[in-house]
């Protein structure tokens, strides 16, 4: 009798250590499926990130323009995208070791947090760019306020930077991930809701931050559209319709990059917290991985919308292609650009 209750037991002791530690999640994700592209491309994006924006923050800070309120986003765009592109090699460096993470833990803490709080830094200043151009359009020949355009710029990214760190913070000192040696990985959230609260919230304040977007390009756009074609005799007619373009292009840049990472992430945060199937665990990673390269991806497409929403930008570019091809008075293509497209 003692012999067989000893038996039950140690039975019971080593079925309830199997049950703990074959979690579900390295059986429900397959790691190895995506870790060649993803390590090939987050190179690539830093390369071209690294490259684009440190050329823009140099042109910004360097050359001698007028400083207003979209410079002033701008300039903070970039420095996010820098510290964002900045987290990449680790990814890299991650993927290309088959998904293993042979680092501290906190760094890779770290580094996870400082790509998203970046990649939402970004988020929310071009919200912000496209609320500021509305106005400006919005106002028009009207009165302008007394206070300088780049001194409430200056103060609200201020805002946006101690806001997104100090919350940064909170993650950083919450318990440490189960798993040493993953990184970047799924993670279940059960016993830990708060976190996925956290998430949520983040994802309403970037639904917001589309909502804006589209409301002000899509008025600017039709309003500039709608004067071209009423007074096509105006000197400033074409660059109207010019305009409109670009204000279509950077919406279409920003749904592109964005949006389907964060329609991912509403199930994506779902799976952590509730009882899901193993296969859409992994389906709904899978999606999440390939979403996030094109949200990493704006990082290096940002010089692109530098280069349509800063006159100074577009110049000194120019200057440089002509320089390059030996081009005379290159730049002056956009020399004479109008006060709907002047930005600095």
Not at 90 to 103: A, I, Q, T
């Amino acid at each position: 009798m003692r012999i067989r209750n000893t038996t039950t037991t140690a039975s019971s002791q080593f079925i309830s250590e199997m049950n703990w530690t074959s979690t579900p999640e390295p059986d429900c994700v397959d790691y190895d499926a995506l870790q060649v592209p993803l390590a090939v491309l987050y190179c690539l994006i830093f390369v071209l990130g690294l490259v684009g924006n440190s050329v823009a923050l140099l042109v910004f800070l360097c050359v001698h323009s007028k400083k207003n309120s979209v410079r002033v986003f701008l300039i903070n765009i970039a420095c996010a995208d820098l510290l964002l592109v900045a987290c990449l090699p680790f990814r890299v460096l991650y993927h290309s070791r088959g998904n293993v993470w042979n680092l501290d833990p906190t760094l890779c803490k770290v580094v996870g947090n400082l790509f998203y709080v970046n990649m939402y830094i970004s988020i929310t200043l071009l919200g912000l760019i496209s609320v500021d151009r509305y106005l400006k359009i919005h106002r028009g020949a009207g009165p302008r306020l007394r206070l300088p355009s780049s001194r409430w710029s200056s103060v609200v990214c201020a805002v946006v930077w101690i806001a997104s760190f100090a919350l940064a913070s909170v993650l950083l000192m919450s318990g440490s991930d189960s798993q040493s040696n993953r990184c970047f990985h799924y993670k279940t959230l059960r016993g830990a809701e708060w976190k996925a609260h956290i998430n949520m919230s983040v994802l309403v304040i970037f639904w917001l931050v589309f909502i804006c977007l589209l409301v002000s390009y899509g008025r600017i756009a039709l309003r500039l559209l709608r004067a071209s074609r009423d007074k096509p005799d105006l000197p400033n007619a074409a660059r109207y319709a010019r305009t409109a373009r670009k204000s279509l292009f950077v919406l279409v840049l920003f749904t592109v990059c964005f949006v389907p990472y964060h329609v991912v992430r509403v199930f994506y945060i779902k799976t952590q917290i509730t009882d899901t199937p193993c296969y859409w665990r992994g389906v709904v990673d899978t999606a999440n991985e390939v979403a996030l390269l094109f949200s990493a991806l704006n990082s290096c497409l940002d010089p692109v919308m530098y280069f349509l929403l800063s006159s100074s930008m577009r110049k000194e570019v120019l200057r440089l292609v002509g320089n390059v091809f030996r081009v005379r008075d290159f730049a002056g293509v956009s020399g004479s650009s109008s006060t709907v497209e002047r930005t600095d």
